[in-house]
């Protein structure tokens, strides 16, 4: 088994095996693991009566680079402030219609779909903040990010999958909305499908790749995110390491941190933090997503009208949507999601197959992986969740709630753990050993009794090359003690001290999980 991280490697490794048994150290008797306590899911909430056409229209847009704000100040808060608000935000909300003359579009499937633009906009911001936020250059008429969000029938769950502006696509035939040109069938990326042919353009492509019939369109540039933000009192974001981009100017300490507008903006952008580019990017949007929902939800923002309404009023000057999203559709929508949270959303990204694919004249591409793809799209038109803790439409199984787990930068399960039992508690060790693997470490199973005195305070001992590692062992375990022992090896040792209370939930900031790779947003907020 290859050996986990070593501190000067940029990207973690798996751990090696476990070392033999060392010189006063013996067996336990059949210490067993302990079964990792399975995460809350609240029970499905009570739906208000309504009719089946109010079910069909019904969208929620959740968008953590700039559409998320929408959907949870407009549609969550919709519910509780009354018609007459939402008949003044529906009047401020410019229209599109994406979907005009549209043919052979894919079936419906169940539940909405919704498509999420992010544009460009920087002509809308001053001098001052161009300079400040690293918004140099023309501005492009383009999508920045593109998400296409599936909410389910039962409104009780909201499926996000980030689709790379970079990812190799096909245009159908079109008129050019810039020059008026007529072109046929040929090969882009992905965001240059708004570029040519706006959003009506943007949508067939979307549904021509995905195979899922979009429902409703909603489109939010730069000013209207910035804004946003600021009017909601910021977004908090945890890093378990220090990020630094200086294309974006975004310069963070490893820790949590309240980003206004701005430095939301250059989170969400940036592309240079390290070599995943976009890849990387999307998954902080993910993360900015549900933080960005927490944040909305428990304010107290949505369950204030003059709250509410100045938050909105900041935004809808540039929020553009298809005509069929209306003061109707918000209010039902608002009313039936009420209980939504970030458990209630889950986030992944089109699965790749090959990052680089060249084109002639177009560049680099990112081309999508055809059989893991079209099962995650067909997940989507059959209403399943992504995520494996969510079965059939609901938010999951009840179970005893969990605290939230801390973002490290190893990921737990790349991690070899020997626990030792160090104090003369039976089953300690197996209890140690049971909750470390419960949140994710790969420990050896076979907890060990340590012969020699009895230690008071846990410790974690290990090699001082895979020390990244220890950090996020140490994690959780508050109060540990960490000590190096040169040359020990990959794998790391926890002695077990009479101190011991618990293990702390911990995850790296990258984690997927199940066979479309998702999260939910309760997984990536701050603790």
Not at 464 to 487: F, H, I, M, N, Q
Request: glycine letters at 10%; charged letters at 25%.
């Amino acid at each position: 088994m290859p050996t986990p991280p070593r501190s000067p490697r940029p990207r973690p490794r798996p751990a090696g095996r476990p070392r033999p048994a060392q010189p006063g150290v013996r067996a336990a008797g059949n210490e067993r693991s302990a079964q990792p306590a399975r995460k809350a899911r609240k029970a499905p909430a009570a739906r208000a009566a309504g009719t089946a056409r109010a079910r069909r229209r019904n969208g929620r847009p959740r968008w953590g680079m700039r559409v998320a704000t929408t959907l949870s100040v407009l549609v969550l808060g919709a519910g509780g402030i009354g018609h007459a608000i939402v008949t003044s935000l529906d009047t401020g909300i410019g229209r599109v219609d994406p979907f005009k003359d549209m043919k052979n579009r894919p079936d419906g499937g169940h539940g909405m779909n919704i498509l999420l633009v992010g544009t460009d906009g920087r002509d809308k911001i001053t001098k001052e903040e161009r300079q400040k936020y690293r918004l140099g250059g023309a501005p492009c008429r383009c999508t920045d990010t593109i998400m296409l969000v599936h909410v389910s029938e039962d409104r009780e769950r909201a499926s996000v999958v980030s689709l790379p502006r970079d990812s190799y696509a096909e245009l159908p035939a079109h008129t050019d909305a810039t020059s008026g040109d007529k072109h046929g069938p040929h090969p882009v990326k992905l965001n240059a499908a708004y570029s040519e042919g706006g959003p009506h353009l943007t949508v067939r492509t979307v549904e021509s790749m995905t195979g899922v019939k979009i429902n409703h369109y909603l489109e939010v540039d730069f000013t209207s995110f910035m804004k946003t933000v600021d009017s909601l009192g910021g977004v908090e974001i945890c890093t378990a390491k220090p990020l630094k981009d200086s294309h974006t100017g975004l310069d963070l300490d490893a820790g949590t941190h309240k980003l206004d507008g701005g430095q939301a903006l250059q989170y969400v952008r940036s592309r240079y933090l390290d070599g995943s580019s976009d890849l990387g990017r999307m998954q902080r949007q993910q993360r900015f997503m549900a933080a960005l929902i927490n944040q909305a939800t428990s304010s107290g923002v949505l369950l204030n009208p003059v709250k509410l309404r100045g938050v909105t009023s900041t935004m809808l000057d540039s929020v553009r949507a298809d005509k069929g999203f209306g003061t109707e559709e918000m209010l039902a929508l608002g009313k039936a999601m009420r209980d939504f949270t970030p458990a209630s959303s889950e986030f992944t990204s089109v699965p790749v197959a090959e990052r680089g694919f060249p084109v002639k004249g177009i560049g680099s591409t990112l081309k999508w992986d055809p059989v893991k793809s079209r099962k995650l799209f067909r997940a989507l038109r059959e209403d399943k969740p992504l995520t494996p803790s969510a079965p059939g439409g609901g938010r999951g199984p009840q179970g005893p709630k969990q605290p939230p787990a801390s973002a490290v930068e190893v990921s737990p399960q790349q991690i070899r753990v020997q626990v030792y039992n160090a104090t003369r508690q039976d089953g300690l060790g197996q209890r140690v050993d049971g909750a470390l693997r419960g949140t994710g470490f790969n420990t050896t199973r076979a907890p060990l009794n340590h012969t020699g005195p009895e230690v008071s305070r846990t410790q974690v001992l290990f090699d001082p090359r895979w020390d990244r590692s220890a950090k996020s062992l140490a994690t959780a375990l508050p109060g540990c003690e960490l000590r190096p022992v040169p040359r020990q090896g990959a794998t790391l040792k926890v002695m077990a001290g009479t101190d011991y209370k618990t293990v702390r939930p911990v995850r790296a900031e990258d984690v997927h999980q199940g066979e479309f790779g998702a999260v939910t947003g309760d997984q990536v907020v701050c603790p």
